[in-house]
């Protein structure tokens, strides 16, 4: 049974107890130093993808930064029509939501946002400590000048770490396909930087936060196939299984995050570090509602306590003024789309969008959730919090969303969601019954944004990527390097 109440208290003690305890931690530059410096020859490829938000969009035409920026005054202006409209996902009734683009630019990831409030400086980390962790994002930049991390570590192991940022607004699939080109590119670039005639012998290990965990996973099982190709009884084909040795996902919401239905009925409030965004803005974006809870799940009440059915029912969002088909989101619809100059044409281009994003879940979670083995030579390694109580089910009542129980997780994402735990709130059996056969698993206990500056995850995913023995190196033997079965080696 989900704990209830008292949450706040735990957190609470939680964070105070770890302050207190002084847990000791070994000093990683030295264990790792000397591994991070690897070229090609005896290290994969390491690339890092972010999660949900987690990558800078820019529209090209005028060198705006839409969001991602260093602060407030480099993401978007809500009161602006046109950049209001460019940071949404773009929306026309009768059009697949894949053929729909805009032109706007993803420009990297999200590495640190600034910001003052109250006159003092505010420093919000994002994915800047896991790209300084391995090196990533090194390269010279554009002007030929060196910055730090190049200085920090050498060009050669600046080589081999790379970071993929994606259109987060758009559905996973799609970027699905991105990312095996991208793969593609650089194993072609790593085997040429260390000497390999043929590519495909070169694996890559990814490490995935938050949504970018279930794009890596997507990927996996299917490559590029999208959803409409998958069809109404999906298969994992494992096409981009071949690419892959290590697959790292971490705080990834596997069974989705209550966080996504929150934004959707309640928007992006303002914070020192960004604007604040109507829930119309972020209904537009596929991907949101692709992190919805399952329906199985029965995460949603009504006002009387009673649950909530089939939430992917577009019928249900409309009787209930839900998202896009409250009338204040089709005003903001209206503003961003002059041409939606009717009520009836913002409630069709409304209810169209709208429908086509749930079918497109109700797809993706279906291909997502089939029990089915990976290849043996893709080792799948899970880190999870579960150290903040975490919203395990809310209350709906006159489309406001609000916590009624709580659960172990990382403030943002259940632990039983990462695990893809099965068992939901009845726990009949003592172990957990989960279609993904993990590999390894490691709690952390820390919040959502913070577990990629854990000890315990650093530690971990540094042994995983840089010194961990690797079954099959035949590449590496060509170089005249030994190679060393790794056996029954485990990742402690």
Same mark, same amino acid.
């Given at each position: 049974?989900?704990?209830?109440?008292?949450?706040?208290?735990?957190?609470?003690?939680?964070?105070?107890?770890?302050?207190?305890?002084?847990?000791?931690?070994?000093?990683?530059?030295?264990?790792?130093?000397?591994?991070?410096?690897?070229?090609?020859?005896?290290?994969?490829?390491?690339?890092?993808?972010?999660?949900?938000?987690?990558?800078?969009?820019?529209?090209?035409?005028?060198?705006?930064?839409?969001?991602?920026?260093?602060?407030?005054?480099?993401?978007?202006?809500?009161?602006?029509?046109?950049?209001?409209?460019?940071?949404?996902?773009?929306?026309?009734?009768?059009?697949?939501?894949?053929?729909?683009?805009? &032109? @706007?630019?993803?420009? *990297?990831?999200?590495?640190?946002?600034?910001?003052? +409030?109250? /006159? !003092? =400086?505010? %420093?919000?980390?994002?994915?800047?400590?896991?790209?300084?962790?391995?090196?990533?994002?090194?390269?010279?930049?554009?002007?030929?000048?060196?910055?730090?991390?190049?200085?920090?570590?050498?060009?050669?192991?600046?080589?081999?770490?790379?970071?993929?940022?994606?259109?987060?607004?758009?559905?996973?699939?799609?970027?699905?396909?991105?990312?095996?080109?991208?793969?593609?590119?650089?194993?072609?670039?790593?085997?040429?930087?260390?000497?390999?005639?043929?590519?495909?012998?070169?694996?890559?290990?990814?490490?995935?936060?938050?949504?970018?965990?279930?794009?890596?996973?997507?990927?996996?099982?299917?490559?590029?196939?999208?959803?409409?190709?998958?069809?109404?009884?999906?298969?994992?084909?494992?096409?981009?299984?071949?690419?892959?040795?290590?697959?790292?996902?971490? &705080? @990834?919401?596997?069974? *989705?995050?209550?966080?996504?239905?929150?934004?959707? +009925?309640? /928007? !992006? =409030?303002? %914070?020192?570090?960004?604007?604040?965004?109507?829930?119309?803005?972020?209904?537009?974006?596929?991907?949101?509602?692709?992190?919805?809870?399952?329906?199985?799940?029965?995460?949603?009440?009504?006002?009387?306590?009673?649950?909530?059915?089939?939430?992917?029912?577009?019928?249900?969002?409309?009787?209930?003024?839900?998202?896009?088909?409250?009338?204040?989101?089709?005003?903001?619809?209206?503003?961003?789309?002059?041409?939606?100059?009717?009520?009836?044409?913002?409630?069709?281009?409304?209810?169209?969008?709208?429908?086509?994003?749930?079918?497109?879940?109700?797809?993706?979670?279906?291909?997502?959730?089939?029990?089915?083995?990976?290849?043996?030579?893709?080792?799948?390694?899970?880190?999870?919090?579960?150290?903040?109580?975490?919203?395990?089910?809310?209350?709906?009542?006159? &489309?406001?969303?609000?916590?009624?129980?709580?659960?172990?997780?990382?403030?943002?994402?259940?632990?039983?969601?990462?695990?893809?735990?099965?068992?939901?709130?009845?726990?009949?059996?003592?172990?957990?019954?989960?279609?993904?056969?993990?590999?390894?698993?490691?709690?952390?206990?820390?919040?959502?944004?913070?577990?990629?500056?854990?000890?315990?995850?650093?530690?971990?995913?540094?042994?995983?990527?840089?010194?961990?023995?690797?079954?099959?190196?035949?590449?590496?033997?060509?170089?005249?390097?030994?190679?060393?079965?790794?056996?029954?080696?485990?990742?402690?």
């Amino acid at each position: 049974m989900a704990r209830t109440g008292r949450a706040r208290l735990h957190n609470l003690k939680a964070r105070v107890a770890g302050a207190a305890a002084g847990f000791a931690h070994p000093s990683l530059s030295e264990l790792y130093g000397h591994a991070v410096d690897q070229d090609a020859s005896t290290r994969n490829p390491v690339i890092v993808m972010p999660g949900i938000m987690g990558s800078t969009i820019t529209h090209p035409a005028t060198g705006r930064t839409l969001w991602g920026g260093p602060d407030r005054a480099a993401f978007a202006d809500p009161k602006n029509r046109d950049e209001l409209r460019l940071v949404a996902h773009p929306v026309e009734a009768g059009v697949p939501l894949r053929d729909l683009a805009d &032109g @706007t630019k993803i420009d *990297g990831t999200v590495t640190k946002l600034r910001a003052r +409030l109250f /006159g !003092l =400086p505010l %420093s919000v980390q994002a994915y800047g400590p896991i790209l300084s962790m391995l090196g990533v994002g090194g390269f010279l930049s554009e002007d030929k000048k060196k910055n730090s991390l190049t200085e920090r570590y050498s060009a050669r192991s600046i080589a081999t770490c790379f970071e993929f940022a994606y259109d987060w607004r758009r559905s996973i699939p799609e970027n699905a396909a991105l990312l095996g080109t991208f793969i593609d590119n650089v194993r072609e670039f790593a085997a040429y930087d260390a000497k390999v005639a043929d590519k495909n012998s070169i694996k890559v290990d990814v490490v995935a936060h938050s949504m970018g965990g279930l794009l890596l996973r997507y990927f996996l099982r299917y490559g590029g196939v999208q959803l409409h190709e998958l069809g109404d009884e999906p298969k994992p084909n494992w096409l981009g299984a071949d690419a892959i040795e290590h697959a790292v996902v971490v &705080g @990834t919401p596997n069974a *989705g995050s209550m966080v996504s239905m929150e934004k959707l +009925l309640g /928007g !992006l =409030p303002a %914070s020192p570090a960004t604007p604040g965004y109507p829930p119309a803005v972020l209904c537009t974006m596929p991907s949101i509602y692709q992190l919805l809870p399952r329906v199985r799940h029965e995460p949603y009440v009504d006002g009387a306590g009673e649950v909530i059915g089939d939430y992917m029912d577009p019928e249900l969002w409309a009787r209930q003024g839900w998202g896009l088909m409250s009338e204040e989101s089709r005003e903001v619809l209206g503003f961003m789309y002059p041409s939606l100059d009717t009520a009836a044409k913002r409630r069709e281009a409304a209810m169209d969008h709208l429908a086509k994003s749930l079918d497109d879940t109700v797809r993706f979670h279906r291909a997502m959730d089939l029990p089915a083995e990976a290849p043996p030579h893709v080792a799948k390694h899970l880190f999870a919090g579960d150290g903040v109580m975490t919203p395990a089910r809310s209350e709906i009542k006159d &489309g406001q969303m609000s916590p009624v129980e709580y659960d172990y997780g990382d403030g943002t994402v259940l632990r039983s969601s990462a695990l893809m735990d099965e068992r939901t709130w009845r726990r009949e059996t003592p172990r957990v019954l989960t279609p993904i056969r993990w590999d390894a698993v490691t709690f952390v206990p820390a919040d959502h944004m913070m577990l990629t500056r854990h000890p315990t995850f650093v530690n971990n995913a540094l042994y995983m990527l840089l010194e961990k023995p690797r079954p099959d190196c035949s590449y590496r033997e060509a170089q005249g390097r030994p190679c060393v079965d790794s056996g029954s080696a485990t990742d402690g």
